[in-house]
């Protein structure tokens, strides 16, 4: 059973920045493409953005220039750095896993940018 957890999401004031970081528990997470995806209070999920298994990434119009997904194989990790917060941005933020057709979701976690 592969399992995602997030974390790094908190309060953040408009402007700022949040790192935040999935970590998966499989023996080949190289093997996976992963996702970032969000959630606002009333609204759809929606897509972040995604890193292949080989390091390509790719961005939804929301995030591009001020979010950067990173991912570290050593520790089975990937990251979501998100610059130049704005309050639109507020969502639970989620980490998938996906691999030959089969997605994993993490419970997600809180990002709220306010003043």
């Known amino acids: 059973q592969v399992q995602l957890a997030e974390s790094g999401g908190g309060l953040v004031q408009p402007g700022g920045s949040l790192r935040l970081s999935c970590t998966v528990s499989?023996?080949?997470?190289?093997?996976?493409?992963m996702g970032w995806y969000r959630q606002a209070p009333g609204k759809q999920r929606e897509l972040v953005g995604t890193?292949?298994?080989?390091?390509?990434?790719n961005y939804a119009d929301s995030g591009k220039g001020r979010f950067t997904i990173s991912r570290d194989n050593g520790s089975n990790t990937v990251h979501l750095q998100m610059n130049s917060l704005e309050p639109e941005d507020t969502a639970v933020y989620y980490c998938?896993?996906?691999?030959?057709?089969?997605?994993?979701w993490g419970p997600g976690t809180q990002v709220t940018v306010s003043s």
């Open positions: 499989t023996s080949i997470f190289r093997f996976h493409a």
């Open positions: 890193i292949t298994s080989g390091g390509t990434t």
């Open positions: 998938n896993a996906g691999r030959g057709g089969i997605y994993h």
